[in-house]
């Protein structure tokens, strides 16, 4: 693969490049333009033949139809640096390089069209060979050479030879390059003419110049942006996007403002639809390309180096098949197909730009950063695309995602884009769910239980998660009730507390003291203060119920209790005092946990330092006194051994120990409510 960054000087790379990662415009039937032109850069391409296919013949020249020439004038937005390039091309022959989709086209035919009424142009296909190339004498004001194949190939000469005869037909000629990393500096010092940087527009004013031209009333088009709402900006318009996307934003909420008032997300999501359509379209034939455009519909937003690899891992995980052989006419099977052809070998820019993503660049470097979708809920639209037309792959998708890693953020992705394509397929998908959380990958339970916590909110999908997270809660495979452990979390998904819950009790009725249970049980533990964390006073409470009759209980129930409830307590200690002060069956529940947390030789020293951490409150909270005056007379009348531990220990400590006041009292109180006090 080329570097993609290069010296000014570095032609060779520079050529090398330009041939790895080149697309070639073709003309349209009877030498047209099509939309395009209007659109602000949408570009009309396809791929170079592949190694030893056959070729297409390109039509050579034709002229730009009026009536997209003037549509293209109507909604230009002027782009930075257009006043500089007019005065550029009275020269007669200059060069235009810049990105496609950037509104390049648009940018060029009104170079051209500068200063005349009713200009005629001709579109020149950039494989003509302008050596032997002429202008027509007259009737032609501006020729537009599209995308020569390698632009490094024009000699300074063959321009020179053009420039009498266009100037004799006033003409002008302009020559449309895609730009590459020191292109425009190399060719400009190669051929000794004009080279003119093209930079997009601002999107909102592409927007607005488009919108404006298709609903020419004022009032509408005010009602339509009021509707739209705050978010148009930030989620429709970002000032990152490109024209052609800015242009069919307008196009959409024109078309969709015919039935009245539209929002924001109703727009959003037949964009994403559209693109995800011609995305998915264009990819299905090139394994290189689907491969990158499924990883970036799972791992859009994180590092570009982490979206090119997941490609390159589905692509070595289906197979040298797969990789080899682009489909015709469908995407590629698995196995006994037919070898076509060598796939194209891709820039790394060409396959980010060819699926759709935007790089976003880190400060101060230009070859690290994070690639995305323009508008996100294209990568969801994506699935509903593959989910309809290439069910065939969901397997493979599945076990891929399955292996995504070890970080979290990778792990949070995978589960979404597995839980789309549930919602995608009504809920069919989830049979391979099964397999996907047995698979002996790090990252296998995570994945599945963040799509069990994601499909449960969806009417199509609720019924058939449930089903799944209660068999799977008493299943003999405990990385199956794993996942229901961790699909409990509120962090994990959709999961209501009360519905949690009752699964949590279904998973505790199935551990033993084998290490794989402990593994679950450690989930649970985690889970419960999570939950506990992040709920609300109600949900807390019934935690606490539900601790408790575990107190009650031998073995790992109780256990359990007595693990978590520091922890608990711990992480709001202001909520535990308000509760014991305000409740009295709240009271009970912590007092009979605290007492049983400490009993506990494993969780006695947690219980110790919440305790303790409890009595260092007083100071600055003096609010907490009362609660834990409670707790403490609470213990003392449950005269538990463990309280008893704790009172002793604090009591014997130094004189600056917390609450050594408190327990020495209380522990006057207690010995004189036997004859013979314990002195463990």
Same mark, same amino acid.
């Given at each position: 693969m080329t570097s993609e960054v290069f010296q000014a000087n570095d032609l060779d790379a520079l050529v090398a490049a330009l041939a790895a990662g080149r697309e070639m415009v073709v003309v349209a039937p009877n030498s047209t333009v099509n939309t395009g032109w209007v659109t602000g850069g949408q570009r009309h391409t396809v791929s170079t033949s592949a190694v030893g296919g056959p070729g297409v013949v390109p039509m050579r020249q034709g002229p730009v139809r009026a009536k997209e020439l003037q549509a293209a004038r109507r909604r230009f937005v002027p782009p930075p640096g257009f006043e500089e390039a007019l005065v550029a091309l009275e020269s007669g022959i200059s060069v235009l390089v810049g990105a496609p989709g950037t509104g390049r086209e648009t940018h060029a035919l009104n170079l051209l069209a500068h200063g005349e009424k009713d200009p005629v142009f001709v579109q020149v296909d950039g494989a003509v060979d302008l050596s032997r190339w002429v202008p027509r004498p007259q009737g032609v004001h501006g020729y537009l050479v599209v995308e020569p194949p390698d632009p490094f190939a024009l000699r300074p000469w063959d321009l020179s030879r053009l420039e009498a005869p266009l100037a004799e037909a006033g003409a002008r000629l302009l020559i449309m390059v895609a730009d590459a990393p020191g292109l425009a500096t190399s060719l400009g010092d190669h051929l000794g003419t004009p080279v003119l940087r093209h930079s997009p527009p601002d999107p909102r004013k592409v927007f607005s110049a488009h919108l404006r031209d298709a609903c020419t009333d004022e009032d509408i088009r005010n009602r339509l942006m009021r509707a739209l709402g705050p978010s148009l900006f930030d989620d429709l318009l970002p000032t990152e996007l490109p024209p052609r996307h800015a242009a069919q934003a307008a196009e959409a909420v024109a078309r969709l403002g015919t039935a009245g008032d539209v929002s924001c997300s109703e727009v959003l999501h037949v964009l994403a639809r559209a693109e995800a359509s011609d995305l998915v379209a264009q990819a299905q034939e090139?394994?290189?390309?689907?491969?990158?455009?499924?990883?970036?519909?799972?791992?859009?937003?994180?590092?570009?180096?982490?979206?090119?690899?997941?490609?390159?891992?589905?692509?070595?995980?289906?197979?040298?098949?797969? &990789?080899?052989?682009?489909?015709?006419?469908?995407?590629?099977?698995?196995?006994?197909?037919?070898q076509v052809g060598a796939t194209r070998q891709w820039s790394v820019p060409g396959t980010l730009r060819a699926v759709g993503a935007h790089f976003t660049r880190q400060a101060d470097t230009d070859t690290t950063g994070t690639v995305s979708f323009y508008w996100p809920a294209v990568g969801n639209a994506v699935w509903e695309v593959l989910c309809r037309e290439h069910a065939d792959l969901l397997p493979?998708?599945?076990?891929?995602?399955?292996?995504?890693?070890?970080?979290?953020?990778?792990? &949070?992705?995978?589960?979404?884009?597995?839980?789309?394509?549930?919602?995608?397929?009504?809920?069919?998908?989830?049979?391979?769910?099964?397999?996907?959380?047995?698979?002996?990958?790090?990252?296998?339970?995570?994945?599945?239980?963040?799509?069990?916590?994601?499909?449960?909110?969806?009417?199509?999908?609720?019924?058939?998660?449930?089903?799944?997270?209660?068999?799977?809660?008493?299943?003999?495979?405990?990385?199956?009730?794993?996942?229901?452990?961790?699909?409990?979390?509120?962090?994990?998904?959709?999961?209501?507390?009360?519905?949690?819950?009752?699964?949590?009790?279904?998973?505790?009725?199935?551990?033993?003291?084998?290490?794989?249970?402990?593994?679950?049980?450690?989930?649970?533990?985690?889970?419960?203060?999570?939950?506990? &964390?992040?709920?609300?006073?109600? $949900?807390?409470?019934?935690?606490?119920?539900?601790?408790?009759?575990?107190?009650?209980?031998?073995?790992?129930?109780?256990?359990?209790?007595?693990?978590?409830?520091?922890?608990? $307590?711990?992480?709001?200690?202001?909520?535990?005092?308000?509760?014991?002060?305000?409740?009295?069956?709240?009271?009970?529940?912590?007092?009979?946990?605290?007492?049983?947390?400490?009993?506990?030789?494993?969780?006695?020293?947690?219980?110790?330092?919440?305790?303790?951490?409890?009595?260092?409150?007083?100071?600055?909270?003096?609010q907490l006194g009362p609660a834990l005056e409670e707790l403490l007379q609470g213990l003392v009348e449950a005269r538990e051994p463990g309280s008893l531990r704790w009172l002793l220990s604090v009591e014997r400590g130094p004189d600056s120990m917390p609450g050594k006041h408190v327990a020495t009292r209380l522990l006057t109180v207690w010995r004189s409510r036997t004859s013979t006090p314990n002195t463990d």
């Open positions: 090139d394994p290189v390309l689907l491969a990158h455009l499924l990883s970036l519909s799972v791992y859009g937003g994180l590092d570009r180096d982490i979206v090119m690899e997941r490609a390159t891992d589905l692509l070595k995980l289906a197979g040298p098949g797969w &990789e080899q052989t682009p489909a015709a006419g469908s995407t590629c099977r698995q196995a006994g197909r037919k493979l998708i599945h076990e891929w995602l399955a292996w995504t890693g070890y970080e979290p953020a990778q792990i &949070e992705r995978a589960g979404q884009a597995v839980a789309a394509v549930a919602v995608a397929t009504g809920g069919r998908s989830l049979e391979l769910l099964r397999h996907l959380a047995l698979t002996q990958s790090p990252s296998a339970v995570e994945v599945a239980a963040r799509c069990l916590g994601e499909v449960v909110r969806y009417p199509a999908t609720t019924a058939k998660a449930e089903s799944l997270l209660e068999g799977w809660s008493v299943a003999v495979d405990a990385d199956m009730r794993n996942a229901v452990a961790y699909a409990c979390r509120s962090d994990r998904g959709q999961l209501r507390a009360g519905k949690a819950l009752q699964l949590i009790d279904l998973l505790m009725e199935t551990l033993s003291d084998d290490v794989d249970d402990m593994t679950v049980a450690g989930t649970i533990a985690a889970t419960l203060v999570q939950r506990f &964390e992040e709920g609300d006073s109600r $949900a807390r409470r019934t935690m606490l119920s539900q601790l408790r009759d575990w107190a009650a209980l031998d073995g790992v129930p109780g256990q359990m209790a007595a693990l978590t409830f520091p922890a608990m $307590a711990g992480r709001d200690l202001p909520w535990c005092g308000d509760q014991i002060l305000s409740d009295a069956g709240m009271a009970s529940a912590m007092v009979r946990l605290t007492g049983h947390a400490l009993n506990e030789s494993v969780t006695y020293t947690f219980m110790r330092d919440v305790l303790l951490s409890w009595c260092c409150e007083l100071d600055s909270a003096p």
